[in-house]
C-alpha cells in the first residue's frame, strides 16, 4: 500500500508516474483517464467502458460540460444503477483487456 501525500491530485500523480504500458487501471475520474491514456496505459471504468485516444477527449468535455452545469446549479441526470448488465459489461472488458496486454507482452 502507498499513502499519497494529502495535497489535491497527489494519488493521481503517483498513479501515472508509476504505471507501466503493460499496466490496466480502473477508475471513474476522467481527468486521470485521459492522463493515462495520453502515457498509452489501458484504462477501463467499473461500467465497462474502455477509455482510448479516440473517445477520451470527448468523455472529459462531457465530464466538464456536466461539472459546470453542476457548479451553475442545474442537476443533470445521474448514472443509473449497477446491475447484472454492468456487472457483465465490465467483466467483458476486464477480460479484453487483460487479454490484449498480455498478447502485448508475447
Do not use: C, W
Not at 490496466?24 to 493515462?36: E, G, M
Not at 452545469?69 to 467483458?92: M, S, V, W
Amino acid at each position: 500500500m502507498t499513502v499519497a501525500d494529502a495535497t489535491p491530485d497527489a494519488a493521481d500523480d503517483y498513479i501515472v508516474e508509476h504505471s507501466a504500458s503493460v499496466d490496466l487501471v480502473i477508475t471513474r475520474d476522467i481527468p486521470l483517464a485521459k492522463r493515462l491514456v495520453d502515457k498509452g496505459i489501458a484504462v477501463i471504468n467499473d461500467r465497462g467502458n474502455v477509455y482510448t485516444e479516440r473517445n477520451i477527449g470527448e468523455r472529459l468535455a462531457t465530464r466538464n460540460l456536466m461539472l459546470e452545469l453542476y457548479n451553475n446549479g442545474i442537476y443533470p441526470e445521474r448514472t443509473g444503477t449497477f446491475g447484472k448488465k454492468e456487472l457483465q459489461d465490465f467483466a467483458n472488458a476486464l477480460d479484453r483487456e487483460i487479454t490484449r496486454l498480455l498478447k502485448k507482452q508475447e
